[in-house]
């Protein structure tokens, strides 16, 4: 499969983004989704998940009730929104998918997308 990230930005914080991640070369509703963002000199680090079996979420506790993550498996794309965005946020944002029902390590996902770039402003 190959995945594409989209919709990020230079925003300020408070805003909003919609990041969009279309996959091609495989059915959506078979894989779990993750997405994960690496800032500068950092390594990279999960965000969040969602499980194509059950449509369980889980994410990383920073942005927990901020970021919702999401699936729309006609137009084989997911999602991250993210709201009430912090200058902590900025990063390169990655999506992810495997064939397996659950996955929150960075090693399990068998695809990857390039990445998307998002950075907020105080």
């Known amino acids: 499969a190959q995945l594409v990230e989209s919709g990020g930005g230079l925003v300020q914080a408070g805003d909003s983004l919609r990041l969009s991640c279309a996959v091609s070369?495989?059915?959506?509703?078979?894989?779990?989704m993750g997405w994960f963002r690496q800032a500068p000199g950092k390594e990279r680090e999960f965000v969040a998940t969602?499980?194509?079996?059950?449509?369980?979420?889980e994410y990383l506790d920073s942005v927990r009730g901020r970021f919702t993550i999401s699936r729309d498996n006609a137009k084989n794309t997911a999602y991250l929104q993210m709201n009430s965005l912090k200058p902590e946020d900025t990063a390169r944002y990655y999506c992810?998918?495997?064939?397996?029902?659950?996955?929150?390590?960075?090693?399990?996902?068998?695809?990857w997308g390039q990445g998307t770039q998002v950075t907020v402003s105080s």
């Open positions: 992810a998918a495997t064939g397996r029902l659950w996955m929150v390590v960075e090693g399990g996902y068998e695809y």
């Open positions: 070369g495989g059915t959506l509703s078979t894989y779990t």
């Open positions: 969602v499980s194509w079996s059950t449509g369980m979420t």
